[in-house]
């Protein structure tokens, strides 16, 4: 029994302190009109981390290699719950081609300007057919993957042509189904519950799974489409949380009847409106999900579980909560 009860502890403690929030990971991407360019990486840790640590790298057009010039070391610290932005360096106001200036109000949004010359260094130079890994280069220096964006070696087509990826599957490429791209004239903001990012740049990349496309700002003059880059140095992610019980406190997430029996039905109940709850197994293991909408009550049914305790992680708005229950 002490050892059930040692082994739950940890549990708790793993979900209190957000396991899966360990690594930096890109939580927005933007690629508009000319060179407004940015990328934006998150700390989900409660750590400091030093960004010469990380670095940028854009496999271009399908390729499955970063050339030297298109990786990108990073500079500076990016503090606990965290953004840096990391914006291409065009800032000639009178410039032309390819030297037009980036916008004031992204110029405004960067931590970092970056790749003023494209021979020298053209890792921020993606236009939507690119894929951006960010890369932790500590110890030896090759280091690991610890996001990607995109599909590495897949080109998903002709970005002046409409080309990039998109949420259509099996293929999830402007080439394979001519859907709009998501890829290309773009912001997207990575989704509040992703909570660490993809490690494995060869599986297929649907960007809606991880991302919300920011829509456009228009404006008074003939309707014309600018950048929305309002998010840009914040984001909202459920490892910023203080810990478990402290965030039930706040939401007011109770579970009834608890402890339960296998033929009882639990209501769980909260004083803002849910979305999604999971359970996970004294193990950690995932046992069920489900998304209820935007409710302040649901039932779950615990039919279907054997007798032990259990964790249900509740989602709402942008924050979790979780609470024990146990099954009898």
Partial sequence: MNR????????????GANAQCSELFISEYVEGWGNNKAIEIYNPTESAKELSNYRLERYSNGSSSAASN???????????????????????????????????????KADLFACPVYDENNTMYFNGNDAIVLRNISGDGNGFVVDVFGRIGEDPGVPNQGGGWNDVAPDFTWVANGATAWSTD?????????????????????PS??????????????????????????????????????????????IYPNPASSSEVLRVSAEVEMNRYEIFDITGKMVFQKNVGNVR????????????????????????????????
């Fill in 186 to 206: 773009h912001s997207l903001i990575r989704k509040a519950e992703v909570e660490i990012g993809d490690f494995d740049g060869g599986n297929a990349f649907d």
């Fill in 209 to 254: 799974v991880g991302y919300d496309s920011i829509p456009p700002v228009i404006t008074n003059e003939e309707d014309f489409l600018t950048g929305n880059w309002e998010s840009l140095g914040t984001h909202e992610c459920v490892c910023n949380i203080v810990s478990t019980d402290d965030r039930s406190k706040e939401i007011g997430l109770t």
């Fill in 297 to 328: 009550t649901f039932e779950v049914g615990v039919t279907n579980l054997n007798a032990g305790i259990y964790l249900l992680r509740s989602y709402s708005n942008g924050y979790v909560s979780t609470q024990k229950f146990v099954v009898n």
């Fill in 70 to 108: 298109q990786r990108l070391v990073l500079e500076g610290t990016i503090e606990p719950y965290s953004t840096y932005v990391v914006v291409i360096d065009k800032r000639d106001p009178d410039g032309e081609g390819q030297e037009q200036p980036v916008w004031d109000e992204l110029q405004e």
């Fill in 4 to 15: 059930i009860l040692l082994l739950f502890v940890s549990i708790m403690s793993a979900f």
